[in-house]
C-alpha cells in the first residue's frame, strides 16, 4: 500500500526558477491538499482540490500554481521561486471534506538559495 | 480571525502523564483533530473529537468541550519516542482545517 507519495523529497533550486513538486496518492481519495510548514507557524494551507478538475485557493496561494487532470496527482508549481518559499511542503489527502481524517506524505524539503 | 492556541514547548519525565492544551476561536466548528509529528517527518493521525467528552484510544486520550474552546491531549506511562510534536487543528463551518503551531514534547530519562 504506497499511500501518498512525494517528490523530490529534498531539492535545492535558485531563486526565479520554476519547481514542481509532485504528488501520486493510490487510496483514490476525493480530496487533496498542499501545505507548507514553517518554524513558528502551524501547517498553512495553500490550495486544495476537491476532485479531478477542481482546485481552489487556501491561506497562502501566491506564487503557487496546481493542477489536478488526474484523481490520483496533485502536482504544485513554483513559478518563480523566491527565497519566501523555503519551507517544507506537505501533500495531503482525505476521503471527503467532512471531518474524515487527512493523511499526509512524507514531505518536500525546498530551499531557494 | 480564527486561531488556534497551544503551548510551544514542554518537557516531561519518562513513565509520566502530560497534559497539552489546545484552545480555539473559530468561525463554526466541524470537530477537532490530534496530530503527532515527529522531527523530520509527515504528521500522523491520533485523535478526532467532535462531541464533548473524552476519548481513550490506548495510552492517549483527548478531551473537547465545545462550550469552552478547549480540548487537551492526555499521554500516560510516557516513553521516549513519545518525543515529537503534537498538532492541534480545528475544522471549521467551511470544512477549513485551522491548524496550531504546535507542542513540541520533550521526554526526558
Known amino acids: 500500500d504506497a499511500g501518498i507519495t512525494q517528490s523530490p523529497r529534498y531539492k535545492i533550486t535558485e531563486t526565479g526558477r520554476q519547481v514542481t513538486l509532485m504528488c501520486h496518492q493510490t487510496?483514490?481519495?476525493?480530496?487533496m491538499f498542499w501545505y507548507r510548514q514553517d518554524l513558528g507557524h502551524g501547517l498553512r494551507l495553500i490550495y486544495y482540490s476537491a476532485a479531478a478538475d477542481i482546485t481552489d485557493k487556501g491561506e497562502v496561494p501566491d506564487g503557487y500554481v496546481v493542477s489536478r487532470s488526474k484523481t490520483e496527482n496533485f502536482p504544485l508549481t513554483l513559478e518563480s521561486a523566491t527565497r519566501s518559499q523555503t519551507s517544507v511542503y506537505f501533500c495531503a489527502s482525505s476521503v471527503s471534506d467532512s471531518g474524515n481524517t487527512i493523511y499526509f506524505g512524507e514531505g518536500s524539503w525546498l530551499t531557494v538559495v | 480571525g480564527q486561531n488556534i492556541d497551544q503551548p510551544t514547548e514542554m518537557t516531561a519525565t519518562e513513565g509520566a502523564i502530560v497534559q497539552i492544551n489546545c484552545t480555539y476561536q473559530?468561525?463554526?466548528?466541524?470537530?477537532l483533530f490530534w496530530y503527532q509529528q515527529h522531527a523530520g517527518e509527515a504528521p500522523t493521525f491520533l485523535s478526532y473529537?467532535?462531541l464533548d467528552g473524552l476519548e481513550e484510544k490506548g495510552r492517549f486520550s483527548s478531551f473537547l468541550s465545545r462550550s469552552k474552546g478547549y480540548s487537551y491531549l492526555l499521554l500516560k506511562e510516557l516513553q521516549m519516542k513519545d518525543s515529537a510534536s503534537y498538532l492541534c487543528?480545528?475544522?471549521?463551518?467551511?470544512?477549513?482545517?485551522?491548524w496550531g503551531a504546535g507542542t513540541k514534547l520533550i521526554i526526558k530519562p
Open positions: 487543528a480545528v475544522m471549521d463551518s467551511n470544512y477549513q482545517l485551522i
Open positions: 487510496w483514490s481519495h476525493s480530496y
Open positions: 473529537n467532535v
Open positions: 473559530t468561525s463554526g466548528f466541524n470537530g
